[in-house]
């Protein structure tokens, strides 16, 4: 049973463009929704998270859109880089202390290109 | 600092044989958390401990045990190796604290133990 589901599985953006990724989740529990990203070889690096009491946050470059309702959330790189070449993987949680379990969607290869 | 450290990095097995993975957290991080990341997908949740005591089990079978020592460092064992258990073996720490503090810590992933089965 897949409770995170992601899409594009591969994504090619234009230098300078913005890059969106789209997550669905199925279990309304969820309450923390991070989003990772991983190069080649390395593991999977926190890049940013919310929360479903909030509807958007953003970190820099990258922006996470949350709409609880839909059970939806994606992510927006901006004035994308070609550094930003990697594996995204969104992911969500249910958390008391000391118990987490993270749910990883199954990854979007982005490709950013000159 | 020293992030998440695991060891070994990359790992020959035959089928049948028994593994032993690693992991170090990193400085004060109470939580270690496994998980499996076969080729092109996404990483899957094996096991959580928190204070040495385990607080999560993944869907894996009972070839799959963990445990965490006083210093919080953590060691994955798997026995009776199937092909299938070739993956990249992800180590995972955080604080642990309150919920409403997970956003600013989150969770920190070491490189991973690349396994491969033969």
């Known amino acids: 049973q897949q409770q995170v589901k992601q899409s594009p599985q591969s994504l090619i953006v234009q230098k300078g463009g913005i890059s969106i990724i789209n997550c669905a989740y199925e279990?309304?529990?969820?309450?923390?929704f991070p989003w990772y990203q991983q190069f080649p070889g390395k593991g999977p690096a926190l890049l940013i998270a919310i929360r479903p009491d909030v509807s958007e946050k953003k970190e820099g470059r990258f922006t996470i859109s949350f709409n609880k309702s839909a059970k939806q959330f994606s992510l927006h790189i901006m004035d994308s880089q070609p550094g930003d070449s990697a594996t995204y993987f969104c992911a969500a949680s249910i958390s008391f202390f000391g118990n987490e379990k993270l749910t990883f969607g199954t990854g979007t290869r982005l490709t950013i290109i000159p | 600092d020293a992030g998440v450290t695991q060891s070994p990095t990359h790992l020959i097995k035959t089928r049948g044989q028994h593994v032993t993975l690693r992991c170090s957290p990193i400085?004060?991080?109470?939580?270690v958390s496994w998980y499996q990341q076969v080729l092109g997908q996404g990483p899957q949740f094996i096991f959580q401990?928190?204070?040495?005591?385990?607080?999560g089990r993944g869907n894996f079978p009972d070839r799959f045990s963990a445990r965490q020592f006083p210093n919080y460092s953590s060691e994955l064992n798997v026995n009776a190796l199937l092909l299938g258990d070739s993956a990249l073996y992800l180590c995972?720490?955080?604080?642990?604290?309150?919920?409403?503090?997970?956003?600013?810590?989150?969770?920190?992933f070491g490189s991973g133990t690349r396994l491969t089965v033969v």
């Open positions: 995972a720490s955080s604080l642990a604290g309150d919920r409403r503090d997970r956003e600013s810590y989150g969770y920190t």
């Open positions: 401990y928190y204070e040495k005591e385990e607080r």
């Open positions: 279990n309304t529990a969820f309450d923390y």
């Open positions: 400085s004060g991080h109470k939580s």
